[in-house]
């Protein structure tokens, strides 16, 4: 039996001070602790301490430090790379990037076992590598083996990534918010998972921002705000009686109510009917019909490869459908019709806003050219981006910044208003809170439903989270191999879902009809 992680009097320290102050943290072998806060708490800062992979500029100094038994304070670079992936290993968010896209996933498993144990060569080494896949249940171990990484879907990757990380038998795992962009089904197999890998006495640490993933795994949580510890104990008790205003806070943002707003009589401004969309003789979108009134919103739920994002393309206008019809304020919308005057009406917000952002612009560049766009004189300008700001919760300082000074939070903002500035009737929004912590994702959500109440908005929800579902739309469709398997109003369908995929959903968030 290991003897995990024993820290004391943890401090990190940066150029500009203390990044981690005073944090005590323990995790025992057969334990999963998670390590909670918004981003820049020091999370994963502190993750980073353990595996002696911390930037040049910062300083760690500590009372204790040890990893399965190693007193790890002074360990040179060399101690660090014979204790990483033998003592401890990490399991990073983002599969597709720290899998080497060149390299088969057997080469990428059989890696830690090669540099640690090089006796172990040949059928030996693909035994090992079996195991390890075979240990974290991906089906036909010999052939995911063979593979690329860009050959296996979100879910298998990150086994794949784990199975490398346990393949030298490590004492410790990190596995620094490993679940942030999966599907709700896809994360509660991994999470059932990683579970199972603290059962069988691997002392694990879970960093996350999702409580509701803390809920389903972690035997205890510390909540970190700024740097220092602010509560920690069992996760039942903290999440259930938590003490801390900030850890209050944070479960306040999980724990969203369907909104029950009276429906709109009105004529829908945006309806489809039986639309089809095909690549490669597969159908991506099936037969789908819904409607969205103004003031409301519909939210699209679905896995990834469900047609929610292809659908999505065709309501913005930049995909037609090969059949059905879509209609936009009672007319045809097609690409070719979402031209010119049009296409300010209806617009897109998407996922990551630091691909949709230039870099090199300031905030007030970004949406001064938004609002010339929109029409606005350039004597109205600069009134126009600060009343933009002003209405996503921003101050007029914000006009200087570039988007690397912004955290997530303030960047998806920027987004929102860039989009606001044409004076949109459609707002699409594709997964746009999904990789924000809890309580930052509660402001932006009441930011959206502040807005949504005064300009009469219409938006189209696109997500994979059902939390986020009950916390913004009205109406929802259920979306599994590009048709719709379940509409309706949300509290409709959370209190009562009929389909075995919708059940299956709502049971993998979590949620269900004790909820609605």
């Known amino acids: 039996m290991s003897d995990g992680v024993q820290v004391r009097g943890l401090r990190i320290d940066g150029p500009e001070g203390a990044l981690v102050r005073d944090l005590d943290l323990d995790v025992r072998a057969g334990e999963c602790v998670a390590l909670v806060g918004e981003s820049g708490a020091g ?12 930037p040049t500029s910062t300083r760690v100094s500590s009372e204790t430090l040890r990893i399965d038994g190693n007193d790890v304070r002074d360990l040179s670079p060399r101690g660090w790379r014979a204790l990483r992936g033998r003592s401890i290993a990490l399991v990073s968010q983002d599969a597709l990037v720290s899998l080497d896209p060149l390299r088969r996933v057997g080469a990428e498993v059989a890696e830690p076992v090669r540099i640690h144990e090089p006796a172990v060569r040949g059928a030996a080494l693909a035994d090992r590598v079996r195991a ?29 990534l784990i199975a490398s990380a346990l393949a030298a038998g490590p004492a410790v795992l990190v596995a620094d918010e490993p679940t942030t962009a999966l599907d709700a089904t896809v994360q509660a197999r991994v999470l059932t998972l990683l579970r199972r890998i603290a059962d069988d006495g691997v002392a694990v640490l879970f960093i996350s921002h999702d409580l509701g993933a803390v809920a ?9 705000r700024d740097g220092r510890v602010v509560e920690t104990g069992p996760t039942a008790e903290v999440l259930a ?26 004529e829908p401004l ?12 597969r159908r991506a979108v099936d037969e789908v019909s819904f409607a969205v009134r103004r003031g409301r919103t519909l939210a699209v739920v679905g896995e990834s490869g469900s047609g929610k994002t292809t659908l999505a393309r065709m309501i913005v206008g930049v995909t037609a459908p090969d059949e059905g019809t879509l209609t936009f304020d009672g007319r045809a919308w097609t690409p070719r019709s979402a031209r010119g005057v049009a296409r ?42 600060e009343g933009l700001l002003d209405e996503v919760g921003l101050s007029p300082a914000f006009v200087r910044r570039r988007p690397a000074q912004l955290s997530g939070g303030q960047r998806q903002r920027v ?8 004076s949109p009737d459609l707002l699409v929004l594709d997964e746009p809170v999904s990789a924000l912590d809890a309580s930052v994702r509660a402001r932006i959500l009441d930011r959206l439903r502040d807005l949504q109440r005064r300009r009469d908005l219409a938006m189209v929800f696109v997500t994979h989270d059902l939390d986020v579902v009950a916390g913004i739309a009205d109406d929802v469709i259920v979306m599994q191999d590009g048709r719709v398997v379940e509409e309706g109003a949300v509290s409709c369908v959370f209190a009562d879902p009929r389909h075995p995929f919708t059940r299956e959903l709502l049971a993998a968030a979590g949620l269900g009809p004790a909820r609605a």
């Open 216 to 224: 389903r795994v972690a035997d205890r949580v510390v909540v970190m």
């Open 270 to 281: 945006v309806t489809g009917e039986g639309l089809v969309k095909s690549f490669d003789g």
């Open 344 to 385: 300010r009406r209806v617009q897109l917000v998407q996922q990551n806003p630091w691909g949709a952002l230039d870099p090199r612009w300031s905030v007030g560049r970004t949406l001064a050219e938004a609002v010339a766009a929109g029409g606005v004189r350039r004597a109205e300008r600069r009134a126009a981006v």
């Open 43 to 54: 999370k994963s800062l502190t993750a980073r301490a353990l595996l002696g992979l911390m």
């Open 415 to 422: 987004s929102i208003a860039r989009a606001l500035a044409v």
């Open 241 to 266: 009686s938590p003490r801390d205003p900030h850890t209050r806070e944070l479960v306040a943002a999980v724990s969203h109510e369907p909104l029950r707003r009276a429906p709109r009589t009105d």
């Open 132 to 160: 390890s896949l075979e240990r974290v249940s991906l089906t036909e171990p010999d052939r995911r083996a063979r593979q690329y990484p860009h050959e296996l879907s979100g879910g298998l990757r990150q086994r794949a």
